[in-house]
């Protein structure tokens, strides 16, 4: 059932004729109030029903709804637009029964869904439930990549993630920063984290932060400068406590090198 449910979705993904917008609705009105599969259009208009009905029913529209990235000044509005509602069936699914914790079909959902939504996704990427970004598109994904529970993927300046890079709960990544003194001057830089990479749990990684490869940040570190590969950083602001026993001779001086800097996974 599963596969054939899925298969189904990823054909309505794959159509370039498919609205977007329609799938999401369809979707989620099959999911979450069945009794109303197609005649959701008849119900939100019905008076009969109870108001709360109606709008719970309209909320499963995206055009019904608007999500944070629409109010910053720097969103790319069609290209939000485009996928806006992939990103609220990715989020409004982890809060369905079906969704959330259902690990197996959430895991398998993401996956279909990821390479409509992000600029690039590699291979067998697996990301948990209620992870969150700002805009979705300028998101760059490797092979082998692991995001768990509650992470936010702040990629309006951009996030890169490189092969095998593992992202623990609650982690936030950002890409955008807002001056001291004027709250409206937003500066967006390119956050990296290289391959190998892991950020774990409640930790951040500040805007245009390059974490080199095999780096790691440690618990509720804050990375506020760049992580030199292999070099495990804590604290804040998140200095380098040790380096890694499997690096190779010089780590322990090198600063981030050309390669971190290359595309999403190199
Ligand atoms: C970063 C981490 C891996 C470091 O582990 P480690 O290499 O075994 O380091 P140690 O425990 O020997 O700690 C070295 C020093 O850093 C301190 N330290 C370690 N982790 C710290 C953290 N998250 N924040 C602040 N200080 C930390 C230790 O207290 C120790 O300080 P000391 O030398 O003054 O006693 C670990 O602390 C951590 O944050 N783990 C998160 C859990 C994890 O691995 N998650 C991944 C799941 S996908």
Not at 6 to 11: N, Q
Not at 122 to 143: A, I, M, P
Not at 153 to 172: E, P
């Amino acid at each position: 059932m599963t596969d054939r449910w899925l298969g189904a979705l990823e054909e309505r993904l794959r159509d370039p004729a498919t609205d977007r917008a329609d799938l999401c609705r369809d979707t989620l009105l099959e999911l979450a109030c069945p009794t109303y599969a197609g005649r959701w259009a008849e119900a939100v208009a019905d008076e009969a029903l109870p108001m709360g009905t109606r709008l719970a029913l309209a909320a499963l529209d995206p055009r019904h709804v608007t999500l944070e990235p629409e109010y910053y000044g720097d969103c790319d509005q069609p290209r939000f637009q485009r996928v806006k509602p992939l990103l609220w069936l990715w989020y409004s699914f982890d809060r369905l029964p079906i969704g959330g914790q259902a690990v197996g079909l959430g895991v398998r959902l993401r996956r279909a869904l990821a390479p409509h939504i992000f600029r690039s996704v590699g291979r067998n990427f697996k990301c948990f439930q209620h992870v969150e970004f700002s805009f979705g598109y300028n998101l760059e994904v490797g092979d082998d990549v692991v995001v768990h529970r509650h992470v936010l993927l702040d990629d309006r300046g951009g996030i890169r993630l490189g092969h095998r890079v593992s992202i623990s709960d609650y982690a936030n990544i950002y890409s955008h920063t807002h001056s001291i003194v004027e709250q409206v001057d937003v500066t967006n830089a390119q956050t990296v984290l290289a391959d190998d990479v892991r950020v774990t749990y409640h930790a951040t990684v500040l805007a245009g932060v390059h974490v080199g490869a095999n780096g790691m940040v440690g618990a509720m570190a804050v990375a506020t400068k760049d992580v030199r590969p292999y070099h495990v950083n804590v604290g804040i602001p998140a200095k380098s406590v040790r380096v890694k026993p499997n690096a190779p001779a010089g780590a322990e001086d090198r600063l981030r090198t050309a390669t971190d800097r290359g595309t999403a996974g190199s």
